[in-house]
């Protein structure tokens, strides 16, 4: 069952905004969405977005391959509370903060990857989590999303210099909320060369860019907020009881140590020969 967070009586002020910092976003003044984020009610203001970014990928001559996609979660106010509407003014401010935030990885994911745009689903939790006392699977606690509500392409190719790594290669872009055992996690795909660590720290990303790149999340986080736009990540069980909750993002972490997604594996190989014994 959706959540609803109790009425707040006025917009959210600008002091009261997410901060920016390269490890944490302060939260002070969101302490009050978390507490209310274990209440659940069947209005239509729960309802939120998931933004689906798709990236293509080289592949040698011949072959072809699934896109890398990765998404985000994000709940509209208006006046201080949630809002189901969503406007064309509501998306542009989403994709606004979302050009940005690509502008800055466009310089560490490689020229082997091209963004390719915005695909926009309305979301909203399954009401009957449970048949019978037995609960669903997570994929079916969700309601059907329907075609995208709203499409838009782009086309950006990675600049890092250097090649890119294995497309199993990904960067972890961790979202917090003040729920430990609900974070959120962005795995970017497309991480060139260039972005590891060239000294002792072999195998792990350059610190001063794990800062960089730390640094424009917290500034995605900000920039939505400032329109009342908030990331947020869907939970569907809390403490081993099934309910629908938004948990809202505090703050953005980023380390230094590559994911593995095996799901980003290369599907066909371009070249395979079996050995033979040499003479």
């Known amino acids: ?22 490890e944490r976003v302060a939260v ?16 239509a203001e729960t309802e939120w977005r ?31 509370h949630p809002d189901a509407s969503w406007t064309t003014t509501d998306y542009t401010q ?32 399954a009401e009957d989590m449970d048949v019978g006392g037995v609960a669903k699977p997570d994929s079916k606690r969700f309601a059907f999303t329907g ?4 499409v838009t392409p782009k086309t950006q190719a990675g600049t890092a210099s250097g090649v890119s790594l294995p497309y199993q290669c990904a960067l972890t872009i961790t979202l917090q909320t003040a729920a430990p055992h609900h974070w959120g996690r962005v795995y970017f795909p497309g991480i060139a060369t260039s972005m590891l660590e060239t000294s002792a720290d072999i195998g792990r990303y350059d610190d001063a860019k794990i800062q960089g ?17 908030f990331l947020v990540i869907p939970t569907t069980q809390t403490n081993k009881v099934l309910g629908g909750k938004l948990q809202t993002v505090s703050g953005v972490q980023v380390d230094d140590i590559p994911d593995i997604i095996r799901r980003r594996r290369a599907r066909n190989p371009a070249y395979r020969k079996v050995g033979a014994p040499t003479p």
């Open 50 to 80: 998931k933004v689906v970014l798709k990236f293509d990928r080289v592949q040698p001559s011949g072959l072809s391959d699934d896109s890398a996609l990765i998404a985000f979660h994000i709940q509209n106010w208006t006046s201080g």
């Open 28 to 43: 002070g003044a969101y302490d009050a969405l978390y507490d209310v984020t274990f209440r659940t009610d069947t209005d």
């Open 147 to 150: 075609p995208p509500t709203r």
């Open 94 to 125: 989403c994709e606004a903060a979302l050009d940005e935030f690509m502008t800055s990885m466009q310089f560490w994911y490689g020229i082997t990857h091209t963004f390719k745009g915005y695909w926009w689903y309305r979301m909203n939790f």
């Open 213 to 229: 790149i730390a640094n424009a999340a917290a500034e995605l986080v900000d920039d939505l907020n400032t329109n009342q736009l």
């Open 1 to 22: 069952m959706p959540w609803t967070p109790a009425a707040i009586t006025s917009p959210i002020p600008t002091w009261k905004k997410m901060l920016s910092t390269w």
